[in-house]
């Protein structure tokens, strides 16, 4: 347990991306099973502890000191959680010989029953160091919030065991705490696990922006092109009568989309958008998705209202067949083929936009047939389906305006109407070098969302306040946290007021990018290529 | 009931001669039979001071009374004539000064560190200046002394403040060291005391390499040396002495300002780390940018405070700077008197 405890501690003050691995990696090195497979699951938040309420926790603290000292104490620190593990009372006679392990404590905390959840708690605290007891105070109440993603510890493991961490994350939801064969694997111990469960997912291929003069290269003829929909990256997998929806980044969302997941009566694997609306009669744009996304439960009136449905452009699996090796036009005429045996209302397939040269690309791709596309999709008839980012096979290639896609740094409050709002949102987009990228602010903007969005947009500023600074509160930002905007804007200039040198004209926030990790965002070097040109 | 009991105090306050013999003045703690102050914060005739850090020993005084390490501690903070006329007092001895007597303490904060007890007419009070009860090989140990009113320090005068053995501390250090080979580890520790003592740590931990060293911590640094506390070989860090390169690995002790100056360029990828009681406040870490905390303080933790209270078998406590509010409620619960002295100029902060 102390040594989670200590791996936490230095984890939440360490903010390079590499320090992090450096940290995971030794933590998995060092640690014997089960113990850093419990601490991986708690990372990754795939431990199920029943949660205690912070209420509780007071109370049990108040039962063993003056109450006044307390208020003194939780008003000088600030955080209950680390009150309660600093303050709480401790006799030499509680020290045990040997510190707890985390999977004593686990198991203590998963065997506890609702009623008698507090006593056991209170039992492990009188027994744990200071940090220790901060850490299971953490593990009970949900959220390590130590700035490290699933999918950075995903990275340590990959490279606890020098492999990629596609192969990870294509295990990872087969498998479960305490993960024992899969470090068994990264170790050079054990054979690697096979993928015994069904409809795992398969990292997905991603596409790289068409960059100036990239196109005089290449030949129209080698490519495939499609319109680029404006809704969210899914993989729908069926495989044994298992069903699962993932994201782009391998996270399980079949739980937001029930009315979708009813028609996935196949056995395959598809890549495709996810949208709203009748495929046959109209697409919703993508505030129309926004209803639907980020809930945790879904009434059937939103269902009604916003049907989910997914636009195919690939196919990864058919039966037992692995169609990745393929070439796009054999999986596309595999894809074809296919979702014509699928349900219409929920189902249809991503058309083909015929072109003879890249200015009838361009001209089409100015004026899309529909509000919904964001561009164009360009894809290599003879390129296997690749996980992650490989330049050249595909690209994406949008629309106007220019947007870009910045993580919200600072927000203040309106005034009038939006005085108790957060509404002015200053954010950024990354520099520096890999391993050690920085947030510089890149503009301000205070409109372009709906009140709902507003809403939303203010509850998230005051559940992540780093900092506060009269009416301005600095948000958590960084590679790991941080809320994606995508920002619209007509034009950049050069600016020598700004720390990043450009401003930008008529900044909006056109979208609310929830689904995308922040490290995603985009580089300072994206907008500099616009100034150039 | 506890109306009662405060009446009860301040009649015993009004009436009692403690107050007579020691009370907050301006300038500092003031004894009028013995016409002198303790640690005064301007300056007077007579300053009796209990140790060197800069908010307790200032300059211009006519005489000071103080250990002779202190003295000399001042000596190299102000140059020699730092005050009139200086004498030294050694330790355990008392001193007569217009018929009261004074006898200074080791008070275990930093080197030459003293409480100074003041008796007269069958009251003794002590004044304990800073002070601490962990175990510091670079100086004296804290010695209870018993007393009728015991005032004391206050900088961590709150539950949350515990702080864990100082060689825990170091073992994550030297852990960091390790894990982190290619990096160099900045250390900031205030000049006088916390960073000899983090080298001295270093040191019994068995770290046998160079410890390099900013500037302003040179001077005191040969000090402790020459007083027989062993620092181990001390390089400064110097660009000059060395490229970037030569700090790969490094361990460097520097006065925490410096490390958010240009100063701290010179060190590659370096890991801040900061050597304080405050570091057991993970926003107070966060905030200040440190990476690796380190809880190493020279003053007495609230177990510490507490526990003192009680060995001094004082039926009073005075509280000084720091959080006075806390420490006086645990008295209260505890039954005992006291209240806060509300000095002025001391640094509630520095640790």
């Not at chain 1, 056995?267 to 945790?296: C, H, I, M, W, Y």
């Not at chain 1, 039966?319 to 074809?336: I, V, Y």
């Not at chain 2, 170091?170 to 000049?191: D, M, N, T, V």
Request: a negative charge; glycine letters at 8%.
């Amino acid at each position: 347990m102390n040594r989670f405890a200590e791996l936490l501690d230095r984890l939440v003050l360490t903010p390079s991306r590499n320090g992090k691995l450096t940290l995971l990696t030794d933590y998995f090195r060092s640690v014997e099973d089960p113990d850093r497979g419990l601490a991986l699951a708690a990372i990754t938040g795939d431990l199920s502890i029943a949660a205690v309420k912070p209420a509780m926790l007071r109370t049990l603290v108040i039962e063993r000191m003056d109450p006044v000292l307390f208020r003194y104490s939780y008003d000088y620190v600030g955080d209950l959680a680390e009150t309660v593990s600093l303050v709480w009372p401790q006799s030499s006679a509680d020290i045990p010989n040997h510190a707890p392990t985390l999977a004593e404590v686990v198991a203590k905390l998963q065997a506890a029953s609702r009623s008698d959840g507090p006593k056991v708690l209170a039992r492990l605290l009188d027994s744990a160091s200071i940090s220790a007891r901060f850490a299971i105070i953490k593990l009970v109440t949900g959220g390590l919030r130590i700035g490290v993603s699933a999918r950075l510890a995903k990275q340590a493991l990959a490279d606890l065991g020098g492999v990629d961490i596609t192969e990870i994350e294509e295990l990872w939801h087969g498998l479960a705490p305490p993960y024992t064969e899969l470090f068994a694997w990264l170790e050079g111990k054990a054979e690697k696990p096979r993928k015994t469960a069904l409809a795992l997912f398969r990292p997905v291929m991603l596409s790289t922006p068409v960059g100036d003069g990239d196109l005089e290269k290449l030949d129209p003829a080698d490519y495939a092109a499609e319109w680029k929909w404006d809704g969210i990256r899914v993989q729908a997998v069926c495989e044994g009568g298992v069903r699962r929806l993932y994201s782009r980044t391998g996270d399980d969302v079949s739980g937001a989309f029930p009315d979708f997941g009813e028609a996935m009566n196949f056995s395959a694997t598809l890549d495709g958008e996810l949208l709203v609306g009748d495929p046959l009669q109209a697409t919703g744009t993508f505030s129309d998705l926004q209803q639907r996304l980020n809930r945790k439960s879904v009434t059937p009136k939103i269902q009604q209202q916003y049907p989910a449905f997914m636009r195919c452009y690939d196919v990864l699996q058919i039966g037992d067949e692995d169609l990745r090796p393929l070439c796009f036009r054999e999986r596309r005429g595999r894809l074809e083929a296919f979702v014509k045996s699928l349900d219409p209302s929920r189902f249809d397939l991503s058309p083909l936009v015929e072109f003879t040269d890249w200015q009838a690309l361009e001209e089409l791709r100015r004026k899309p047939l529909h509000p919904v596309i964001e561009g164009v999709m360009l894809k290599r008839w003879d390129s296997p389906y690749l996980a992650g980012r490989p330049k050249g096979p595909w690209f994406k290639w949008k629309r106007d305006p220019h947007t870009v896609d910045a993580v919200l740094m600072y927000a203040q409050r309106g005034h009038g109407k939006r005085s108790s709002f957060y509404s002015d949102y200053t954010f950024g987009v990354w520099s520096g070098p890999e391993g050690s990228e920085e947030l510089v602010p890149v503009g301000k903007a205070y409109f372009g969302f709906t009140d709902e969005e507003l809403r939303q947009i203010d509850k998230y500023v005051r559940d992540n306040t780093i900092e506060r600074f009269g009416p301005v509160r600095s948000v958590r930002a960084d590679r790991e946290a941080g809320l994606v905007l995508e920002v619209a804007f007509e034009g950049l200039n050069r600016s020598t007021r700004h720390k990043s040198g450009v401003a930008m004209r008529f900044p909006r926030i056109s979208r609310l990018r929830w689904d995308k990790p922040a490290a995603e965002a985009d580089r300072i070097e994206t907008l500099q290529a616009l100034l150039d040109s | 009931m506890q109306q009662a009991s405060r009446a009860a105090i301040s009649d015993y306050l009004g009436a009692m001669r403690a107050s007579d013999l020691l009370h907050p003045r301006p300038e500092g703690l003031y004894c009028p039979p013995g016409d002198f102050f303790i640690d005064p914060v301007r300056p007077v005739s007579r300053a009796l001071i209990t140790h060197g850090h800069s908010d307790h020993a200032r300059s211009g005084h006519r005489s000071v009374l103080a250990t002779q390490q202190t003295l000399d501690i001042m000596g190299l903070r102000y140059g020699e004539g730092f005050a009139g006329t200086t004498q030294a007092a050694v330790l355990g001895e008392a001193i007569a000064l217009n018929g009261v007597s004074v006898t200074f303490h080791p008070a275990g904060h930093v080197l030459g560190s003293a409480q100074i007890a003041v008796e007269h007419q069958g009251t003794c009070i002590v004044a304990s200046g800073d002070y601490k009860r962990q175990g510091d090989a670079t100086c004296e140990p804290f010695e209870p002394i018993k007393c009728d009113v015991f005032i004391t320090e206050a900088t961590f005068g709150l539950p949350v403040f515990r702080h864990p053995p100082d060689t825990e501390e170091i073992g994550r250090l030297l852990k960091s060291a390790a894990q982190f080979p290619e990096r160099s580890h900045l250390i900031g520790a205030y000049a006088l005391g916390k960073a000899q003592r983090v080298m001295r740590l270093l040191r019994d931990a068995g770290y046998d390499r160079p410890i390099y060293i900013h500037g302003a911590l040179a001077k005191l640094s040969d000090y402790y040396q020459s007083q027989g506390i062993d620092l181990g070989m001390l390089e400064p860090a110097t660009v000059e002495s060395s490229g970037k390169d030569d700090f790969t690995g490094a361990i460097v002790v520097g006065p925490p300002s410096a490390f958010a100056d240009r100063w701290a360029r010179r060190f590659p990828d370096p890991i801040s780390c900061f050597a304080s009681g405050w570091m057991r406040i993970r926003q107070r870490a966060k905030q200040g940018g440190v990476e690796l905390p380190l809880i190493i303080s020279d003053h007495a933790d609230w177990d510490e405070l507490t526990a003192t209270i009680k060995e001094t078998g004082a039926e009073e406590i005075w509280v000084t700077h720091g959080r006075e509010e806390a420490l006086v409620r645990w008295c209260e619960l505890e039954g005992i008197a006291a209240r806060p002295l509300h000095l002025v100029g001391y640094e509630d902060e520095g640790d």
